[in-house]
């Protein structure tokens, strides 16, 4: 071409200086961007109590075995239930690096074996206490694996997910890192519009739901739980239309304190939403394309999210129901998407009522109909966000707020950013072949493969 | 091993001097040697007319939308047919980099909005209009995505892929990337053993074919289309058969104007092969392996390709008829195939005789049988020059004064290369796990996959 | 965090002091751990003769070619059986670098073809004899393909895998890279336990057994061969307990010479397990999990390994048979394991015996579920080296002075460490999409697939 042609060009559509993230914003949440393999040192679930399911002789074939493995931010983690307490440590052998969910093997109550050389580790304090075939080796009682805290509530183990010198002494409360709970909040967060929100840290607190793996970063997964911008991706959704709402076209902020961001010295840090008060307004008309919204005619609800991730969908998908979601990373590119909706059923008669209904409409209308379009869109945004295109080009607006005050409180109170993971599973992503756990056709995910021979 | 020993080591076969390709050739094709992602700022086929059929009500699930997604040189484009006409926009919401036609949303005739949060842009100037949800925000009107110049003829889209600051002004015409035309170059292509060669230009002109993705780099599938040195991969095809051709073991230059290079000022840039004239000669004999060719009957025919990479087969296969070939670069290591046969069909019985002879025998014999060897072949060669190695260590012979004069031409007169894709399918190639768009056994390439919900 | 937070911060369980493998260990062994693609300049096991059927007119497709494709330590390699004789030459064309094997064409009984555009190589001196189609050029004997040597013995055909310029005259004879001999040896490695274990260089020597792909780094799966620490993983192998066997936990070194290492000038370089002599004590109890063996019952063998990684388990899986294995190196994450038993048989009757018990019994209970077992211990450990995380932070222990010895030993005598692939499958990992050889589902490894069109 020549020099006067290349002279004359110029960018019709550049990146507009109106953008809502501008330079100074993108400052502000620098660490955020930095967390493509989550946040470390913090609760995290990991299985459903019912997926850890204790049996006599871990070592029988013909049983399933008490103990599963799963990656959460990079960490190889291994669960074992004895007596009915849940104990977890790092999955992977300190010798080799094999994982030890991975052909279970358990000779006592106090320990787990490596199936493959026999170093047997204490699942109290993860030390090294003897070797099958070694029994007097120096090794042992002088080294071992990180172990993790574990609390089970309401059907669902969490686990605290630790950097290896992070001291157990400083470990939160687990509900340091749950939602805001109610009534405790109710002067804080009032919301006449419908009854306190139920906490599976409540007494009959009746928690049911799914697990399942998304194909793209945590981050841009949860982003799209508080989003309040995107009702048009579920104006179709059957729950929608089962219940004869009419949705708005979406919601606008029309207040500075339309969002209330928590960062009280113990407790959960993040923010409230304040949707479906004055603080927000609906919008029912965009004349540029001709829609009118007529008898608006929702579901009231209102969201919030806490570190490390944490969404509360109050008042969802009915009264005195809550629906949790998780977006628990696994590598910088995977992560254990999970739904949960809690209740309190004081009566076996309300855990059947609930449990049948939960079964019957919201597994296949919520969480699958309605949350599949969700799971949908978080993946479409994965090949911009993949190589950082997305942090840096996106261009973000006045409704993004939520998103925005998210990274930004999160950047100031995570309790660590996860490093890449060292040793495992994603942390090369370059073969010659799909390894073992996907040349099967399997794609590799959450949970470790179990092999009996 | 002995310091002796390796002092003896020495390189029985190492890359010879008498290689075609000599330092000072592959000097002169330095740009070409960059082009791993095609060239930019030019003419490509997009799609079929047929492809994009148009419907009313796009947003209706139960019709098949009027919007395509493709890839083309990194750029994902959105197509869009309105009242018959075509338009083309970058496939990549300036919000959150979603693909606008991953799931066809479009509210009237002007627009294409984001099925996400409802961002609109026009289709004549890709100017951000309106988003749904918020439609007096102030990014409004402020920002826009790229849009592309269209033209369709004889069946097919075309499309001109441009760098966001390519000036539309600039824009050549189709015609400076389509093959040579006849008559109008009759005196400067003499061809007394065939008549004229149609153009998909020309009136009446119908175009037959078909288009598939070709797992490899665009150059090396390119060089095959006109590569006079490769008859012996087609000597079993039963195309050759079924017309009792014999074929000779090849063609080789015999004089220095044996190919025509054409540099005009305008009009399309490329090279001439005097395939079958005076200036090529058969090889009917290979002494060394005892091979001899007697009776000689072939189908005469001529090469040409021009920029971006268009091959032309006058007088193939059958008079009367040219196949036409584009190798549209999707990313570094695939392409879309393009094999296109025109006709001259004036009349209706000609246009379904044509049809007839092309879906009973063209199609299976020539598309598929025939060049399906070729698509074969260039699989073949991605392992030798996915790394480099082929492009420093092939060792050219004088039949490769095609490929040679071939990367020269287009050193000197492409209108840009194409940057490796940011945000795009393909920027990212080292996953934890395979993607989506492939997690379902489908291989992610061309089209975009459509989802509804 | 607060700073007194970070402060406090101490790991609980670190790299331990106590691991066998210390700094001036690992210093030993270095170029071991550089050689992830393998040794080069030695003999490797290629196919097994049936695998190369010698048929008339390799050209017709009705026939099964005598000519197959594989990659040993990055190396692509064609072998053509003609008269009898096994060749090996590079499959790579000078021209293009198409493998040649992937398409079979042979015009006569002392060259290879390349199918795409006839460039023809002696089999005996690789050099480029003629071109189909221009038999004059230039470059005709003027370069060539790389040659290797074979050797065919006991229905196996191996190759001498040599860099380019690795001279001829060096190649050292197969029985220097081949396990110890008997009983030329029987004065140096006496064993009062068993007969003389046979040699597939012996007379009446038939070798029976498989290979397959295993996905992982050859060395990893190498150790694991000769790995005297994880007989845990067997103990439930239907071999062991249809024979009755009671094995041990494991097997201690108890004396400074239980390992033998071999660096004599010539002959193999290796090293030799006094196993099941006074050298090495059966652990028979473990007081910490309450484990006692009784009534010991076991199978008496012995292993050894020599470079380039060839296992001998001598009397094993009985009396007067020797289970061979090699590890060959296809990518840096991928390896062909071979397992191979050898028994003498001078009559045909003897012949017929042993290859009755050797399909009816050794191949399901030996190669495949006593050493599947092996096999997925292997891949088990791929995350872990994958990245060079295993290689540093292993804690190894006595037990593991066998892979110890070997790393250094392979270290000092190696006879060259592979450079990583160039132009070549498993050179560049990182693809827009599976490529060919994967898109269909299958996963690329040993063998090239063939095509016919």
Request: net charge negative; hydrophobic share 35%; aromatic share 12%.
């Amino acid at each position: 071409m020549t020099e006067q042609v290349v002279r004359r060009r110029v960018v019709q559509h550049g990146i507009s200086d109106s953008r809502y993230n501008d330079a100074k914003s993108q400052s502000q949440y620098q660490p955020y961007k930095d967390a493509a393999w989550g946040f470390i040192n913090h609760w995290y679930p990991a299985v459903f109590s019912k997926e850890l399911v204790e049996v006599e002789g871990d070592s029988d074939e013909d049983l399933v075995p008490s103990v599963k493995g799963i990656q959460i931010a990079g960490v190889p983690i291994a669960l074992r239930r004895v007596n009915g307490k849940v104990f977890a440590v790092k999955d992977q052998c300190v010798h080799r690096g094999i994982r030890l969910s991975e052909k279970p093997m358990c000779f006592n109550k106090e320990t787990i074996t490596c199936w493959y050389h026999g170093f047997t580790f204490n699942l109290d304090d993860g030390k090294l206490s003897t070797i099958v075939a070694n029994p007097d080796d120096k090794l042992i009682g002088t080294t071992g694996i990180t172990t993790y805290p574990v609390e089970e509530v309401a059907g669902m183990v969490f686990v605290f997910v630790r950097e290896d010198d992070f001291p157990l002494e400083d470990v939160p409360p687990l509900s340091d890192d749950l939602p805001f709970r109610f009534p405790e909040n109710n002067e804080r967060f009032p919301h006449p519009l419908w009854p306190d929100t139920p906490s599976i840290l409540d007494k009959d607190a009746v928690a049911h739901g799914m697990h399942r793996t998304g194909f793209g970063n945590w981050r841009i997964a949860c982003e799209n739980g508080f989003d309040n911008a995107h009702i048009l991706v579920h104006k179709d959704n059957s729950i929608v239309h089962v219940n004869d709402w009419v949705l708005p076209l979406g919601i606008l902020p029309v207040t500075d304190d339309c969002i209330q961001v928590v960062e009280d010295e113990t407790g959960p840090k993040g923010m409230m939403q304040w949707l479906f008060t004055e603080k927000w307004a609906p919008v029912l008309e965009n004349k540029e394309l001709g829609l009118k919204i007529d008898n608006l005619k929702g579901r009231f609800y209102r969201t919030s999210v806490v570190l490390p991730g944490v969404l509360m969908v109050e008042n969802w998908p009915e009264e005195h129901v809550v629906q949790y979601e998780w977006y628990v990373p696994i590598t910088d590119d995977t992560h254990e998407y999970w739904e949960v909706l809690v209740k309190i059923c004081p009566t076996e008669e309300d855990r059947k009522k609930y449990k049948y209904r939960f079964d019957r409409v919201y597994k296949e209308l919520c969480l699958h109909g309605f949350n599949d379009c969700d799971l949908y869109a978080r993946e479409a945004m994965q090949h911009f966000y993949a190589d950082g295109t997305g942090w840096d080009n996106e261009q973000l607006v006045s409704t993004d707020i939520s998103p925005v005050t998210w990274r930004k409180l999160a950047s100031r109170h995570n309790r660590g950013i996860a490093k890449p993971g060292k040793g495992v599973y994603g942390a090369v992503k370059t073969h010659s072949t799909r390894f073992k756990d996907t040349a099967d056709g399997k794609r590799p995910a959450y949970f470790v493969d179990q092999v009996w021979f």
